[in-house]
């Protein structure tokens, strides 16, 4: 009924197909099974003519009410301030360190907007979980999704003073192997790593270490004075900053990684969602790899 009405008000196919956002085909066909299922002829239909039947005419007024009626239901869905509910899943340490920070920002320009928090190191299921937004470190391959890098950052060397002050020598590329570490085991499923500076690669095989599947543990057992870890810059920052984290070799460096926003297509996002997003988007880079300095 509302592409019927779009037709007449439009005067052409074409016209109404974009109005509509859709194909002339579609236009087409939905105004074919409309006369089909009225068993009726609305339109005539020229090369260069297009005019109401008789019954078109009787037909048009609901018609338009329909059309009027999506119109006005638009309206309230994206004029009215965002507000409900967004499902957002992100390890502990990303949700802490860097998500959190931005949420309280964007809640206080849209303060009807409320979050569901799913913290979980595991690679949940966004359908089946309901997720609206799903934060992750990985190459992201799955279909109906979209992926958009929203910083990059390096794993570097990190471990506690309590740790370092257990040693009786300092850390250096020629012990490195002989510490005890702290594994993750999604990066690291080989126990072993490849660390790097502007000269040179190293191949480390450490001989002692603890293997963990969660990033925030990990993190906490490198606090506690476990051993030495590969944390990425953004997330260990703030302990550095209060002592709790050494840098060690700060010229030596990990792998990099990308962390991904991913979400559904933006085809019929909810307003809420898809102003977040904008906003997670549009937040300054943890790491610009060139430089390995903050971004402005």
Known sequence: M??????????????????????????????????QLLSVRLLQRTTRNLSLTQEGEKILPLAQSVLESLDLVSNVLTEDEPKGVIRITATYDFTSQWLLPK????????????????????RLN????????????ANIEEDGFVARP?????????ASPTYLDSLSKPVSIDNLEQQTWILLDQLMPNNEL???????????????????NSPGIMNELILSGRGVGCLIDHIARDNVKKGKLIKLLPDWHSRSLTFFLLYPSRQHLPKRVR???????????????DTHKESP
């Open 103 to 122: 949420l309280s920002a964007f809640s206080r320009i849209y303060p009807k907007v409320q979050f569901d928090l799913v913290i979980s190191d595991e």
């Open 275 to 289: 102003l977040l997003i904008d906003f997670l988007l549009q937040s300054p880079s943890a790491i610009d790899l």
């Open 150 to 158: 929203i910083f990059n950052d390096r794993l570097q060397l990190y």
């Open 194 to 212: 490849t660390i790097e500076n502007d000269l040179e690669k190293y191949h480390c095989k450490p001989t002692h270490f603890d293997k963990i």
């Open 126 to 137: 966004m359908i089946s979980e309901r997720i609206d937004i799903a934060l992750r470190a």
């Open 2 to 35: 509302a592409v019927f009405a779009a037709v007449v008000d439009c005067g052409s196919f074409n016209k109404a197909a974009k109005l509509l956002g859709i194909s002339r085909p579609a236009v087409s066909e939905q105004i074919k099974k409309l006369e």
